[in-house]
């Protein structure tokens, strides 16, 4: 079971500084994520469910408490490894899909596969592109693309390393019903044929259910720590 | 190459933002290198014709005395040809004796021009130019001279006692750039005239330029080395074709200089305009540098693509900017020619382009290394939060600063050992550092004092305050930008009014109204009965005048003395000097006492201060004097404190009555006319006495002023300059802040704000930006303005409250002018246009 963990989170604390006054963000969180799980988290807006994925991604420096994440503890780990560590076992998809506005879909997702050294990053970066559905857009910039269709550069781009695990941080909160659907139908379709750990923010139940473990997170605790999915019928979230 | 390869991609989209910073770097370099190429220009065409500059291989200039016969004889050895050029001042007359005029006679042999043609209105050859015919002499006058006494081809001018026939007026005299600095326009005339104008005689201030042509191969440098060590004890110049050009190349190199320096000026203000600009741009990079994070990108990968980019844009800007500096000989070749006797050589010279584009390199990198650093320390959680503000700057390596400050200390250190007149160059470096860091100083100054006041004001001056103070602001840059130019116009318009202040107050009060020079002894007595007993004269002065050098000081030659080069001038060759029994009325004695009316003891010396201190004498001190070649030791008896920048007879150095007595002298002198009597008497005079040298002090002044005029023009361009690179800089920190303005104007319209509620509140931002930046280019443009006025010249200062009062003014209007359209557009704006965009 031990060796199944790729992520794991002891006593994490996240303290901001903001001028006079310190705030608590994260207040002592314990969770262990099993390789190939989808985990959902939970939560209202400012409960801390974005610093905890900020934590376990290397994007935020935790105050107290230690984060592993496919077998590498990132705590003394510097800017630049963190950058490496994340080039070469993460994915991240945000809200606001951030593509770089001044490259083309397909210069956006052969990005991580050229900063990674990868020799065909463009033939990689094709086949992602049109994995998710948009090999007639390639040469588009960003500005030229639909919101649904810049979210799919997004998962292309995130997923064209092929990583272990994959962040989404409310992948659909910027798009319709519709879109957003599909969007999911994507991300969860990419999860499994790379055989991927799906971490994935949301405020969406029905969404959440979809995945195999569901956290509540409230005022930067989790609360319910024990909800075990259905029908896998395991509990992995402690 | 992934750093490359990015870089290239985001590059396409970047062209806009780099605008000004394009334009700045542009403009620096242009100048920098517009300035080396053309002085290159001129430089290799004086070395290629150097021989036409000089008149010869080599010349020697004697002063008073024709070469010996020895002299002589050694040369005509050695040289192939010798050709003899005698050079005095002189009276020139019309016709009639109606109209006269003060001339430089240069009186040519049969072989002149030895290299080169001279070049007339009628085409005649020299000989047909100035040989005599029918009886008559020939001249040929300079265009200036023709003009000024109404001359014309068959014309006459009267010369001493010749009156000459004018064959041609001068178009393009050869050898004119190597003579030195002359108070009066050329005419040429025939050598063999000299004799019959009877104005060579004794104690006439003549100079003789020998000019040899070596034979084939013959090193000139070495011949003229070789001279001056076998006739050790000649007083003479001896000047060699590689230092031809002169007074030119002399020119040519001191406003070469002084342009770079310009050039570096606007390159310095531009680097603000760069700095901003690589500072807004990495700014609207910071969610693009945040993503490359995320997906993996190091730190100093970050850095590389967005050095690689401004590197990009800076080979860009210094290209076009040596493209248009390199091709400025072609452009003004046509003008540079009218006005020096060169032919432009029309090349591109590597050596200047890549000096200009070495110093425009290196201020790219001096200010844009700072927001790169910052840039790469950009956290990838920047895409989860909200800013506002600049990135945090924590843990800067400190790697960054020492090669910023390695660099600037590079590039000074190229500055001023590049320069030959290092002690101003230092100054102005070290102003420019000063200005700028004061400049500094007083941005953060105001942006503190803005923040601290209490916003009890109208709801229109406290959002002013609020948009100097509040985070991204652009107080800093506004008023670097600005200030700096301003300085520079507030000094220069106080210096010039210090000087033409003090020129009038010195010509309302005490300036004579003619100078003698050359009044015979025997002719004294009779010319002061003359002119005193004209109407209107006062204040008639006569003093003997002799020439003479110092040859030891304190018993060690003169030539192993040690002075600075200040004041070098007093034992270099010939200098006037006098004796007398009274002290001058505007000299003082700083120590000493001057001799009794009567005096008749050992030959003594009254020095001016400044020579007396440069030459580190003590009373009792001797010092030997050499009088057309004998030789007196005198000692030191007091020191006079003399006011240099006055219009009196002045001498650095005044003997007693006895000594110089029996010596042969003639008398210089000075005269006061009413200003109703000026023209007329000077007319009488001249008339009454032709061969007596008169210098008008009208003349001068009108010369002293033209002087003026080309000096405050080559300021003035260096100021328009600074203020073009201010403004540009301008432009962009105004532009950097017009989304926040278009933004904040759009959310102060949805509660209640109306557009001249907010034409308001951006007036008032101006408005203090403008007093604030005008404020300090007023203290500083006065403290340099002073130290140049006082420390350097040694004039009284005049304060004049206009000047800065228009600074001000100038202050505001400018940042005004610059932010109007984005005011403009701030007001105009349609709130919902805005918000939907949020």
């Known amino acids: ?238 | 190459m992934v750093a490359l390869k990015f870089a290239l991609r985001e590059i396409r989209f970047a062209f806009k933002q780099f605008r000004i910073f394009i334009a700045c770097l542009f403009l620096g370099t242009a100048i920098i290198a517009s300035v080396g190429s053309v002085t290159t220009n001129i430089a290799e065409s004086l070395a290629r014709d150097a021989q036409m500059f000089l008149g010869g291989d080599v010349e020697i200039e004697t002063n008073q005395r024709t070469l010996s016969e020895e002299e002589m004889a050694y040369v005509v050895q050695r040289a192939e040809e010798v050709s003899l050029v005698t050079e005095l001042r002189a009276m020139a007359h019309t016709d009639g004796f109606t109209d006269s005029s003060l001339i430089e006679i240069k009186a040519v042999d049969e072989l002149y021009p030895m290299f080169g043609v001279l070049e007339t209105s009628s085409g005649l050859s020299p000989r047909e130019l100035l040989d005599q015919k029918n009886g008559r002499w020939g001249a040929v006058p300079a265009e200036a001279i023709a003009t000024r006494l109404g001359l014309n081809e068959g014309d006459t001018v009267n010369i001493g006692n010749v009156a000459y026939e004018i064959r041609g007026i001068t178009v393009r005299e050869p050898d004119s750039s190597s003579a030195g600095f002359q108070l009066a326009p050329t005419i040429i005339v025939s050598q063999d005239s000299m004799e019959e104008t009877g104005l060579i005689t004794f104690g006439s201030l003549v100079e003789y330029n020998y000019r040899f042509k070596l034979p084939d191969g013959a090193d000139s440098q070495l011949f003229e080395e070789t001279i001056k060590a076998d006739f050790p004890e000649s007083e003479w110049r001896v000047r060699d074709k590689t230092g031809g050009g002169g007074q030119t190349q002399r020119f040519i190199d001191r406003m070469g200089q002084f342009m770079t320096l310009v050039g570096l000026t606007a390159l310095l203000v531009g680097g603000v305009g760069v700095s901003n600009a690589v500072h807004g741009y990495l700014n609207s990079k910071t969610n693009t540098i945040a993503t490359f994070k995320i997906l993996g990108a190091q730190s100093d990968t970050i850095f590389r693509i967005y050095l690689y980019q401004i590197l990009i844009m800076a080979a860009i800007s210094i290209s076009l900017g040596l493209l248009a500096g390199g091709s400025l000989p072609w452009i003004f070749a046509d003008y540079l020619e009218s006005k020096m006797p060169i032919a432009i050589a029309r090349e591109f010279y590597f050596g200047p382009l890549a000096v200009a584009a070495f110093y425009s390199i290196l201020i790219s990198l001096i200010f844009t290394l700072w927001p790169l650093a910052k840039a790469k320390n950009i956290s990838a959680r920047q895409l989860f939060r909200i800013t506002i503000s600049d990135p945090q700057d924590e843990n800067l390596p400190r790697g960054y600063i020492y090669t910023i400050i390695g660099m600037a200390t590079v590039m000074l250190a190229m500055v001023f050992y590049t320069a030959d007149y290092r002690e101003l160059t230092g100054y102005f470096i070290g102003g420019m550092l000063a200005s700028f860091a004061l400049l500094l100083g007083t941005g953060y100054l105001v942006r503190e004092g803005v923040s601290k006041l209490p916003r009890k004001f109208s709801p229109a001056l406290r959002i002013a305050l609020s948009n100097i103070t509040r985070p991204g602001n652009s107080t800093l840059s506004i008023i670097l930008s600005l200030g700096l130019g301003l300085i520079l116009l507030t000094s220069i318009a106080l210096v010039e009014y210090s000087l033409e202040s003090e020129i009038e107050r010195r010509v309302d009060t005490d300036a004579p109204s003619y100078f003698f020079l050359d009044i015979q002894k025997a002719d004294h007595d009779e010319f002061k009965a003359f002119t005193e007993a004209r109407k209107g004269i006062s204040l008639y002065r006569t003093v003997p005048n002799l020439r003479g050098r110092i040859t030891h000081v304190k018993g060690v030659p003169a030539d192993e003395v040690e002075v600075g080069p200040e004041a070098r001038w007093i034992l270099r060759g010939d200098r006037g000097m006098t004796f007398t029994d009274e002290l001058p009325e505007d000299n003082t004695l700083v120590f000493g006492d001057w001799w009794p009316a009567d005096y008749d003891g050992e030959p003594e010396v009254s020095l001016s201060y400044d020579a007396y201190q440069a030459l580190n004498l003590a009373p009792g001190d001797e010092i030997t004097i050499n009088v057309l070649g004998r030789s007196f030791d005198v000692k030191v008896r007091s020191a006079r404190e003399v006011d240099w920048g006055g219009f009196g007879i002045n001498y650095a150095m005044m003997f007693d009555p006895k000594v110089l007595s029996d010596a042969p002298f003639t008398y210089v002198g000075t005269i006061k006319s009413t200003n109703e009597t000026e023209a007329a008497n000077y007319q009488a005079i001249t008339r009454t006495y032709p061969n007596i040298t008169t210098l008008r002090l009208k003349e001068v002044l009108e010369n002293v002023q033209v002087l003026l005029e080309q000096i405050k023009g080559a300021i003035d361009v260096m100021a328009s300059i600074t203020i073009v690179a201010g403004i540009l800089v301008l432009s962009g920190a105004i532009a950097a802040g017009h989304k926040g303005r278009i933004y904040d104007s759009a959310l102060l319209k949805v509660v209640g704000a109306t557009r001249k509620d907010i034409l308001k509140a951006y007036i008032f931002e101006f408005i203090i930006l403008g007093v604030a930046t005008g404020v300090v280019a007023i203290i500083l443009g006065s403290v340099a303005a002073y130290g140049i006025v006082v420390g350097i010249m040694e004039m009284q200062w005049i304060f004049s409250l206009d000047i800065p009062l228009l600074t001000v003014i100038a202050a505001i209007i400018i940042t005004m002018s610059i932010g109007m359209f984005s005011i403009y557009k701030a007001m105009s704006v349609r709130p919902a246009q805005v918000l939907r965009g949020v």
């Open chain 1, 1 to 238: 079971m031990t060796n199944d963990i790729i992520l794991e989170l002891k006593n994490i604390h996240l303290r901001l500084k903001s001028n006079d006054f310190e705030v608590n963000i994260l207040n002592g969180i314990d969770l262990k994520v099993v390789k190939g799980k989808a985990v959902a988290i939970l939560g209202a807006s400012g409960s801390g469910k974005s610093s905890m994925m900020s934590v376990m991604n290397g994007l935020e420096r935790q105050t107290e408490g230690s984060v592993m994440v496919a077998g590498h503890v990132l705590d003394r780990m510097n800017e630049d490894e963190l950058a490496m560590f994340r080039r070469d076992n993460i994915g991240i998809i945000l809200q606001a899909f951030h593509l770089i506005p001044t490259m083309t879909a397909l210069e956006n997702v052969a990005v991580p596969l050229e900063l990674a050294g990868v020799s065909d990053a463009e033939t990689k970066a094709r086949e992602m592109l049109t994995d998710v559905g948009l090999d007639h857009r390639m040469d588009h910039y960003p500005t030229q693309l639909s919101g649904g269709e810049q979210q799919r550069v997004a998962i292309a781009r995130a997923m064209a390393p092929e990583p272990k695990i994959l962040f989404a941080d409310e992948p659909t909160g910027n798009l319709d019903g519709k879109t957003g659907h599909n969007i999911i139908e994507l991300i969860f379709r990419l999860k499994d044929k790379n055989d991927a750990t799906l971490i994935l923010i949301t405020h969406d139940q029905e969404l959440a259910e979809k995945c195999d473990e569901i956290i509540h997170i409230e005022d930067g605790l989790i609360t319910d720590n024990s909800h075990v999915h259905e029908n896998e019928g395991k509990k992995v979230a402690e």
